[in-house]
């Protein structure tokens, strides 16, 4: 066969490989998009403009309702006017969620150069479906103030009679409340509001092992949305390299989530959290990891943590009474002295919950234990569980890294029937290898079906709160 044999298609290459010249031109329609987010998402939230909305959704129906009454300083022009601004108000937050569902499937579906395809990690399409519902609510409240400033706006300008224009102020009223309690209910949790994590606000944790090996890396990362934890992977990966030769690399992140965890917490300076840092890195580490260029860097890991805290504060409370057993000579392990530390939170919403225990062997060798959790009338009401549990020892209990890496972590999720309400126990005994009891705690949890501080719609709203004082702390 004569002339030049064309190349045989890739199914399998990159999108980048394939169509180089309009994988680049989608790239930019990407950034497009995105910047259009940003640039609504700051009009949206604006310096007292969530508030102004709040009060345009209440003064709307308000002053159509008055009209009702034929009170004399009742007007029909003011609830014209007040309904035609709120239309104008709902705007920007509309336009923000549609670009908001338009960038974030780009990041987590579309494969194209510079990205990566995100579908496979858990969570995804709970973040779309979100977004998507958000834009959905949005048109709601739009379109019902538009429709109640029309039907005000006909019974001003026509001769619609007594019957049709109570019926069309009636209808702007009705109108007017939905639109206002879909305002109750969305202008608090404005998404994708970080630029350096948009979509962490979104992500909720569903998957997870019950073993944590390395506690504070574990939990941090299963707090990770979808796109930020890719880049966290790779963050990772870049600096496992970098770590000092006598620490692993795992051993070394997880050093310094605990350095910037204390930190935190104010038991360590900013000098003493470097040199802590430093202790497990090289010079070379130490660059990428202040370079304020990088996304994850310092600063973004401690937004990260602060991220973590508020949905697991749980967890962070059994290492803060670790720590503080430590420093206070109130830690004492022996080979018949098991430590066993429980969280349970004291209310727990939806019929879930999450347990934590901590375990640290006092024994003279590393042991195979049985862990069983009873939980009244829950699903199941029994867990057993046999995991590994090494031996505490001396030189680890000086630091509270060491703790940590000589602890057995576990994180169980709990659930209960829809039915089940108030006050259960839930019983945590530690048996050993030969069937012996070394340890047994009941701790209590109360269902309730309400919002409390540790609701998972509570912790999720304090997660991005927190992450977003901190992002405003470090720009000031």
Known sequence: MNGTQAPLPTPYAEESEVHPSNSRAFSKRVERVDSQRRFWTWVSTIKYMPSIRFWFSIAAPTSA??????????????????????SVLLLPPNLSSLFAKMSARHRLQ???EGFKSKEAYPGVERILNTLHERVLRERVRLFCSILSALALFTVWELDTGYVLGK???????????????????????????SNKFPLLSLHAPTLHDSILNRVLTDVLVAHLDPETAASWDEWAKSLSAKARDETTPDAALEHMLAALHLNARGLLSTDEMMTSIRAVYKVSAIDQLTDTTSKINITTIHRLLAHTRA????????????????KNGELSLSENNWRMDLDLPPRSSDGQSDLFV???????????????????????????????????????????????????????????????????PVQVTINGGDGNTLSSTIVQTTLTSSLHPESAGVRMTDAAEA??????????
Not at 467 to 476: G, P, T, Y
Request: with cysteine; glycine share 8%; proline share 5%.
């Open 110 to 112: 579309l494969r194209i």
């Open 358 to 424: 901590m375990v640290h062997n006092g024994g003279q060798t590393d042991m195979t234990i049985e862990v069983e959790i009873v939980t009244a009338h829950g699903e199941p009401e029994v867990q057993t569980l046999r995991v590994p549990c090494p031996r505490t020892r001396t030189k680890e209990i000086v630091t509270l890294n060491g703790l940590l890496n000589s602890a057995l972590v576990l994180w169980i999720g709990l659930a209960w029937p829809s039915s089940v309400s108030g006050p259960h």
């Open 167 to 193: 019926i069309l102020v009636s209808s702007a009223v009705i109108f007017g409340c939905i639109s206002g309690v879909n305002t109750f209910q969305l202008e608090g949790s404005i998404p994708m509001r």
């Open 311 to 326: 949905w697991q504060p749980g967890l962070f409370r059994l290492i803060d009474r670790l720590h503080d057993a430590s």
């Open 65 to 86: 309702g008055v009209i009702l009454t034929n009170w004399e300083y009742s007007s029909i022009e003011s609830a014209i006017i007040i309904s035609i601004l709120l």
């Open 467 to 476: 992450v977003r004082k901190l992002a405003l702390s470090v720009s000031e």
